[in-house]
């Protein structure tokens, strides 16, 4: 399947990263899918992404997590990040399978304010939680996310490719690529700067 190439000054168009809606910058955005919503759901859905709602509010509670079951996890709610001057669209989490229950794969996705020969534009932000941790702006608990956050971009890529609804994925680097950092809350992470780009076959 031929795929139209994206070109360096969108990619550069896209926020590096994201911000909290005090506008602390957070996680790096490390994908970008081409393709309509109704694919990019399909995608999802076939790969066992679920749908997580929004909040505003600190959903997780200190001595509320004994409680949990592994799928109350995956199914808490994302706190608000915003890109291009709003809230993510989606957001999605996946189970991790062999970690303990305060673990998930999770991104939020936005659509961007342009197209590719047609095809709507999403820029994503994807991190592994892996733990708890306190943050360092207010000491109440947060995620712990795997400081490696390219792994969970290649992950993220593979899923789409897995269900078979992706044609292709490349990787690009932006203008002023982020590759050390710190969360909004204060953990460091580290990329090698690249974006994946996900084409999902077209309709």
């Known amino acids: 399947v031929q795929v139209p190439a994206f070109p360096q000054d969108r990619l ?61 996890y995956v199914t808490i709610p994302m706190s608000e990040l ?25 991104f939020r996705i936005w659509k961007a304010p342009f197209e590719l020969e047609g095809q709507t534009v999403w ?13 360092q702006r207010n000491g109440k608990i947060t995620h712990r996310i795997d400081s490696e956050v390219d792994k969970e971009r290649d992950y993220i890529a593979e899923s ?6 992706a044609a292709k994925v490349d990787y690009m680097t932006p203008a002023e690529p982020v590759k050390v950092a710190r969360t909004a809350h204060g953990q460091e992470f580290r990329s090698d700067g690249r974006t994946a780009l996900i084409y999902l076959l077209p309709d």
């Not at 393709?35 to 001595?63: C, F, M």
């Not at 994807?126 to 943050?135: A, E, K, L, Q, S």
């Not at 789409?160 to 609804?165: H, S």
């Open 160 to 165: 789409f490719l897995q269900t078979g609804i």
């Open 12 to 72: 550069n168009e896209i926020p590096r990263r994201v911000s909290d809606p005090d506008g602390s910058v957070g996680d790096r955005v490390n994908f970008v899918v081409i393709g309509s919503q109704e694919k990019l759901q399909a995608a999802l859905s076939a790969a066992g992404w679920v749908v997580v709602d929004r909040t505003n509010k600190d959903t997780i509670l200190r001595g509320a997590l004994a409680t949990f079951s592994k799928q109350a």
């Open 82 to 106: 915003r890109l291009f001057g709003r809230p993510q669209d989606f957001g999605y989490a996946q189970a991790d399978p062999v970690r303990v229950i305060a673990s998930r794969h999770h």
């Open 123 to 135: 820029a994503g932000a994807g991190t592994h939680d892996v733990g708890f941790d306190r943050d």
